[in-house]
Antibody
Framework: QPQLQESGPGLVKPSETLSLTCTVSGGSVSSSSYYWGWVRQPPGKGLEWIGSVYYTGATYYNPSLKGRVTIFIDTSNNQFSLELNSVTAADTAVFYC???????????WGQGTLVTVSS | QTVVTQEPSFSVSPGGTVTLTCGLTSGSVSSTNYPSWYQQTPGQAPRTLIYNTNSRSSGVPDRFFGSILENKAALTITGAQADDEADYYCVLYMGSGISVFGGGTKLTVL
């Protein structure tokens, strides 16, 4: 199975853009069999699907975040990235990247990265 | 807006059997929702248990069983062990590329 690793700033100021990258090793984001997704978890709360991207660049987003979120894929570097704009403290969460297939299956997962929104 | 529902909490005795469910506020769950289940312990990434209703992910023991019961997705754990104590989340596919997590069930083994 591939390994996924999130990276990016751990602290973002309110109203700015949160940017994270997921680097995939031992597998290719160019595979036509999978989507690649982002999931977040606010402290002490449940998991929330943010969105997913296909190797072609096609995307699906959680309707509750649509308009603030962009996910794009970089096949040359075997990465995919998340941008969430106009963040507030409510966007503070652990962000996970995961391979997304079989419609609702997320596997494997990255270890997660905490992003705090604070001035 | 349809919400995915799970029991907030459940308890099971060591060695016992427990069934957690995953439903919809509007409508029934079926195999076309491709239910999947995840286990999460504090500070850890989720562990994938079940996908496509009843297929076990790699390395998951057959104590974990997925099914559709009475219009809900269900996760049954048999022979409960102390390290089964965790949060369990379901995911349902809602069509049009949209996946929705349930609110999670906190399982206590005592």
């Amino acid at each position: 199975q591939p390994q996924l690793q999130e990276s990016g700033p751990g602290l973002v100021k309110p109203s700015e853009t949160l940017s994270l990258t997921c680097t995939v090793s031992g597998g290719s984001v160019s595979s036509s069999s999978y989507y690649w997704g982002w999931v977040r978890q606010p402290p002490g709360k449940g998991l929330e699907w943010i969105g997913s991207v296909y190797y072609t660049g096609a995307t699906y987003y959680n309707p509750s975040l649509k308009g603030r979120v962009t996910i794009f894929i970089d096949t040359s570097n075997n990465q995919f990235s998340l941008e969430l704009n106009s963040v507030t403290a409510a966007d503070t969460a652990v962000f996970y990247c995961a391979r997304h297939y079989q419609h609702s299956m997320f596997y494997p997962w990255g270890q997660g990265t905490l992003v705090t929104v604070s001035s | 807006q349809t919400v995915v529902t799970q029991e907030p909490s459940f308890s099971v005795s060591p060695g016992g059997t427990v069934t957690l469910t995953c439903g919809l506020t509007s409508g029934s769950v079926s195999s076309t929702n491709y239910p999947s289940w995840y286990q999460q312990t504090p500070g850890q990434a989720p562990r994938t248990l079940i996908y496509n209703t009843n297929s076990r992910s790699s390395g998951v023991p057959d104590r974990f069983f997925g099914s559709i019961l009475e219009n809900k997705a269900a996760l049954t754990i048999t022979g409960a062990q102390a390290d089964d104590e965790a949060d369990y989340y379901c995911v349902l596919y809602m069509g049009s590329g949209i996946s929705v997590f349930g609110g999670g069930t906190k399982l206590t083994v005592l």
